[in-house]
């Protein structure tokens, strides 16, 4: 306690006073003297004892911060008694709790960061695989047909290699918060048919039926180009899952609540053991072979929430798959 040079200055003032004060009363008078003697005393017993129980508390709430410091998982518990001591402390107990609520988050995000990154790793390496492999039969091969088509199968390896990495820059521009949507009027007849621009060669050349049913007067508000890169990952999905001869419907409902936009396909539908993580990232289903990576509707939802809209999946009753975009008004 007398560590500290304050205290121990007080006290030496204290004494010093005391020793003056009774000094004069015994010059005045003996039992003057006593009294003032006697009243010193307790004093500063009185003094002492209340600044060795406040010490105490200090060296407790000290304790209890160095466990929390020195303990993970340690709570930090703190006294309902009144006064400023107690107010430190209980201020203190929240400090801490906010700490461990941040160390606890930063190890989620840490693990989730390790975990997505394996899964990078792995969803790059399967590519690579296939094109090294084609690569080292194109170095064996003769005929000028083989070698176009293992030309060609390279190619499609290490395009699909740029779609990823740029998916997952993507993803991670927006996890990061760097991208800044514009909140703009967006006319969803005009954003819907620059979403399907991409795919106008590739619906023809399997014969995909489109039927799309929009409102001329429908609008909803977010950024137009974010907007159609998420529909692009959507109407990849369904034409993939349509396929040849298949059938793409696109609708949309405009209420004064919101906009909704439908995505309709008449292929084998979403199992539903997998529709509750559809929207995961690197998630795609039991079956190993399927085509891409989980990233397409990943970022999709990611786009759509970051811009106030919802997406949902689901299987219609008479076959296919269903995804519906809606907008709050």
Same mark, same amino acid.
């Given at each position: 306690? *007398?560590?500290?040079?304050?205290? +121990? /200055?007080? %006290?030496? @003032?204290?004494?010093? $006073?005391?020793? &003056?004060?009774?000094?004069? #009363? ?23 004892? *209340?600044?060795?129980?406040?010490? +105490? /508390?200090? %060296?407790? @709430?000290?304790?209890? $911060?160095?466990? &929390?410091?020195?303990?993970? #998982? ?252 809606r907008f709050p008004k």
């Amino acid at each position: 306690m *007398f560590r500290n040079r304050e205290l +121990r /200055r007080f %006290a030496a @003032l204290f004494v010093g $006073i005391a020793a &003056v004060a009774t000094a004069v #009363g015994l010059a005045l008078h003996p039992a003057a003297g006593g009294l003032v003697l006697v009243s010193a005393a307790a004093f500063g017993a009185v003094f002492w004892g *209340f600044t060795r129980a406040r010490y +105490r /508390r200090i %060296a407790k @709430l000290s304790e209890q $911060i160095d466990r &929390v410091l020195h303990q993970p #998982g340690q709570l930090f518990i703190s006294e309902s008694d009144e006064g400023e001591l107690s107010i430190l402390q209980s201020e203190i107990a929240k400090m801490v709790l906010r700490i461990q609520e941040q160390n606890e988050a930063l190890r989620r995000e840490k693990n989730r960061l390790a975990d997505s990154l394996a899964d990078i790793a792995h969803q790059l390496r399967t590519p690579l695989t296939s094109a090294n492999l084609t690569l080292s039969l194109l170095k064996n091969s003769a005929g000028e047909a083989e070698r176009r088509a293992l030309l060609r199968e390279t190619e499609e390896r290490f395009l699909q290699m740029d779609w990823l990495i740029t998916s997952l820059l993507k993803l991670s521009r927006l996890d990061a918060g760097i991208v800044v949507f514009q909140r703009e009027r967006v006319d969803v007849q005009d954003l819907i048919h620059t979403a399907l621009r991409p795919f106008s060669i590739p619906m023809e050349l399997h014969n995909i039926a489109l039927r799309v049913d929009v409102p001329k007067e429908a609008v909803l508000w977010g950024d137009k180009g974010w907007l159609s890169e998420a529909m692009q990952n959507i109407l990849k999905n369904c034409m993939e899952s349509a396929g040849d001869h298949g059938s793409l419907e696109i609708a949309c409902t405009d209420t004064p609540l919101y906009t909704e936009i439908t995505f309709r396909d008449n292929g084998a539908g979403i199992e539903p053991e997998a529709l509750p993580r559809l929207f995961d990232r690197f998630y795609r289903g039991k079956n190993t072979d399927a085509a891409g990576y989980g990233i397409g509707l990943a970022l999709c939802k990611t786009i759509l929430v970051r811009q106030g809209g919802t997406i949902t999946a689901k299987n219609h009753p008479q076959g296919g798959a269903v995804f519906s975009i809606r907008f709050p008004k």
